[in-house]
Each structure stands twice: as C-alpha cells, then as structure tokens.
C-alpha cells in the first residue's frame, strides 16, 4: 500500500487529538492558541498519549493540565505528557511531572544542526488566568489546530497511511512559516506518528526526510537555526519497533518525505496571501554533475527576471528555457536544458499571481 498524502487530518494517527483555547496576545487581539492534547478512546485502546503546546510555549501550564484534566475524564492511562517551554532548542522539550513516563519519545530535529534558536517569550499569566483558560480549552478537530495557527503565519496540514511491517500506520503534520523569497519566516513542523520508534531512530528519521524534502524548494537549502520538526511517536500502531536502517525504516521515510513535500508546497501557495500565489517548479536538466544541476536550478527559481520567465519570454542561458502552464493556471513548470551532460535537479517556488 503506498503512502497518499492527503491535506487533511482523515488520517490522524492513533492516540492524537488536537484541543484549542482563547487566548489574548499583548496587545489584547483575541487569538485561538492551539495544542496535541489526548485521545479519550484510541481505537480502544487504553493509554493514549501526548499533549504538546503549540506554537507559543506561553501556556505551556494550560497545555499540560488541560490534558490531565482530559485524561482524568477518560480514565486512560498517561504514556506521556510533553509541553514546549523556553526556546526552540534541545531545551524546547519537558516532561510534565504529573504522571508522564517516557513511553512516548519526542524528538526535535534542528534542520540547521543547532540547538541554540532563539526564544520566545511567553505571557507571564496568574493563577485566575491560567484557570480561565483551561475551562475554556476544548478538544477540536487538526483543521481548527491549523486555523488557530493561521492568523499568526501561514499553516498548513496534511497526513498520510500505510503499510509499514504489514501494519497500518498513520503520520500527520503541522507545519507554519511564510516561505515568501526574501521575507521568510521561520519554518516549524510538527509531526505526529503512531509508529513504534525509539527517540534515536525517530530523530534519524526526520532529519532524513527533512533534508531530501526541504532540497527540493528554493531558498531552504541552508535551514535557520530556528528551522525545525518536532516528532513525537506513540507506537500505539505497530507490537514491534521500527529500527533504524530497516526495510520498515526506508518504507517509512519514503511516506515521511512525500509528507514534508507536500506540507512545503501547501505553504508555498500560501505564502502571498491574500493574493492568490502561482506555484513554480523550476527543473534544470543536462548538467554536467549533481551540484552543478543544484546551483543552476536555486538560482534560476531565485532569478528576479522569473517572473517574467514564466510568462514565457526566454532568458539569456546556456541551453534552452521552456515554461509549461498547468491547465487550471495555478502551477507553472519552467525547464532549462544545459545540455552539457545527464545530471538534472528540481526546486519549487512560487510568485504572486
């Protein structure tokens, strides 16, 4: 069964489920702050799960106890209670000590290879705040999650199942940033699996899925240090775990990867918004070797004269430049043939339409 990715949450692993709560920012504007809370029944299963603050680690509190308060209704057994607080480094992640265990492993994958982002600050709040707040959370579907996230900057969802071992397993994303050339924000991902991996192996294999799917846009090449994936695994899918290097391993990070992509492309065309954006694959093919293929193809999808490449004027290039135009009008392809040799490599963009 290959992996589908669909941008939705139809395929939400096991033992997930998103919670939203007001929340005012300083300057007072009324925002939904949105967090991974508990599953009350996971396909019947007992035991389910995480509960994970995001984006503002502020209410880090609400988070956590919004979650016990869950699964206190539930009756089911804690695996693991996470909140973020502080910075978006190794010190991003800590456990809850009301009754979390380390079951579930939680990794942050620093896309640049930094633990030392920078932090966010969160909103000192009061005991009657915090209260307010936490009567007011509300368990809610991953498409509000990702609604709650919008106002703030761009988002996107999208999940994927398959067959891994011969057991289904799901994976489901978050992933906020404003990928805009030359005004990008910071990209962060966060990713849900019900997999069973241990910490080590499920860090490997979002770095290895991030890497390959973040060479493919334009201007991610060289990750932010605050450019990162936050995975968590609940292993409420599959009896054995997935080790590293494994067929399952490579089967996974085959679904991982198409997931990444497909969150990337959905920021893309969201990232002029309110206008409407044009999606953009910029392929160079007949290159003489790999990095040469990848220089050309970053610097034509970053050519300010791109847009007008796209309309289909001809660009002075060694080789040939041919734009197709997707029938709905919302995707153009752009080639350049160097013919100098068999290499070729593709980045997406995109440009206001």
């Known amino acids: 069964m290959a992996f589908l990715v669909d941008r939705s949450a139809a395929h939400r692993p096991l033992g997930f489920a998103a919670a939203v709560a007001p929340h005012a920012t300083a300057n007072r504007v009324a925002r939904w702050l949105g967090f991974v809370a508990v599953e ?59 009754g979390a265990t380390s079951e579930v492993p939680v990794a942050w994958v620093s896309l640049r290879g930094a633990d030392d982002a920078a932090a966010i600050e969160g909103d000192a709040r009061t005991d009657g705040e915090l209260a307010a707040l936490i009567a007011n959370s509300e368990v809610a579907g991953f498409e509000r999650l990702a609604a709650a996230i919008d106002p703030l900057a761009p988002a996107a969802l999208a999940s994927t199942r398959g067959i891994v071992d011969g057991e289904l397993v799901s994976l489901l994303g978050l992933a906020s940033g404003a990928l805009q050339p030359g ?46 994936v936050l995975a968590l695994a609940n292993g409420l899918a599959q009896s054995t775990r997935i080790e590293a290097g494994s067929i399952g391993f490579e089967t996974l990070r085959v679904g991982a990867t198409a997931l990444l992509q497909e969150l990337l492309r959905a920021l893309l065309e969201k990232a002029w918004r309110p206008a409407p954006a044009l999606l953009v694959q910029v392929s160079v093919v007949g290159a003489r070797d790999p990095a040469e293929a990848a220089a050309r193809a970053e610097a034509l999808a970053t050519d300010a004269r791109l847009p007008e490449i796209t309309r289909g004027q001809t660009i002075a290039e060694v080789g040939r430049t041919v734009v197709r135009r997707a029938r709905d009008g919302h995707q153009v392809a752009v080639a350049l043939n160097l013919g100098v040799g068999r290499f070729d490599a593709t980045r997406w963009t995109s440009l206001p339409r």
């Open 40 to 98: 009350r029944c996971a396909n019947d299963q007992r035991g389910a799960t995480t509960a994970l603050l995001a984006p503002l680690p502020g209410i880090a509190d609400v988070a956590n106890l919004f979650t016990q308060r869950e699964l206190a209704r539930s009756g089911a057994e804690t695996r693991g209670v996470l909140f973020a607080a502080g910075s978006l480094g190794a010190s991003w992640i800590a456990t809850a000590t009301r």
């Open 183 to 228: 005004a990008r924000s910071p990209l962060r991902i966060t990713m849900l699996t019900d997999a069973r991996l241990d910490r080590a192996t499920l860090e490997s294999l979002w770095r290895e899925s991030a890497q390959q799917a973040l060479s493919t846009v334009a201007g991610l090449a060289v990750p932010r240090a605050a450019d990162g």
